[in-house]
């Protein structure tokens, strides 16, 4: 069992916008602006989409976002391409024993 | 362009050991923190330890404590992970990655570790 609670699956058409939840505690998500996530495609590395609950890194789209409420962080993709179709990640630091921890994942697919 | 490229993992028998590598380069390796995630195959990811700039703070997860260790030569750009008393469950794909371990970025294209008799 994750430490953070992401949904199972979540699905959108093209150009449609979807959010993916990532719920924790106040010792982890709710404490700290930590809070990043993560593209992983099929055999493929995972690739870091937002950090700090809502900084891009250079080179990643505007159409993906991040954002925080009490325990909850939160992405969003906007206008969805086929390409987003991908497991997605949350993690966040944690003031537990545990320092990181991730989300189970969600696999997110476009229609 | 910031590379990292992991290597020594392979097939061990339970209760044995293995050392994986983590070659760095593209950037000053000395001046970031170090990490290891595994992924079990068909699971989700797990953060396993993280390694600061210099050495002086180290991190585990509670399922490898007491049996792997992280260290790192910043002379040679390289991270490293000695993995002793393997577990069937240790089994996963080890990636290395760069960062404060509230962020990981990059990563490397991982190491698959199987444990089995």
């Known amino acids: 069992q994750s430490a953070l609670t992401q949904p199972a699956s979540v699905s959108g058409s093209p150009g449609q916008s979807i959010t993916i939840s990532c719920t924790g505690t106040s010792s982890d998500v709710g404490g700290y602006n930590y809070v990043s996530w993560y593209q992983q495609h099929p055999g493929k590395a995972p690739k870091l989409m937002i950090y700090d609950v809502s900084n891009r890194p250079s080179g990643v789209s505007n159409r993906f976002s991040g954002s925080k409420s009490g325990n909850t962080a939160s992405l969003t993709i906007s206008g969805l391409q086929a390409e987003d179709e991908a497991d997605y990640y949350c993690s966040s630091y944690t003031s537990s024993s545990t320092y990181v921890v991730f989300g189970g994942g969600t696999k997110l697919t476009v229609l | 362009e910031v590379q990292l490229v992991e290597s020594g993992g392979g097939l061990v028998k339970p209760g044995g050991s293995l050392r994986l590598s983590c070659a760095a380069s593209?950037?000053?390796?000395?001046?970031?923190?170090m990490n290891w995630v595994r992924q079990a195959p068909g699971k989700g990811l797990e953060w396993v330890s993280s390694i600061s700039s210099s050495s002086s703070y180290i991190y585990y997860a509670d399922s490898v404590k007491g049996r792997f260790t992280i260290s790192r030569d910043n002379a040679k750009n390289s991270l490293y992970l000695q993995m002793n008393s393997l577990r069937a469950e240790d089994t996963a794909v080890y990636y290395c990655?760069?960062?404060?371990?509230?962020?990981?970025?990059?990563w490397g294209q991982g190491t698959l570790v199987t444990v089995s008799s």
């Open positions: 593209g950037f000053t390796f000395s001046s970031y923190s």
């Open positions: 990655a760069r960062g404060p371990a509230h962020w990981f970025d990059p």
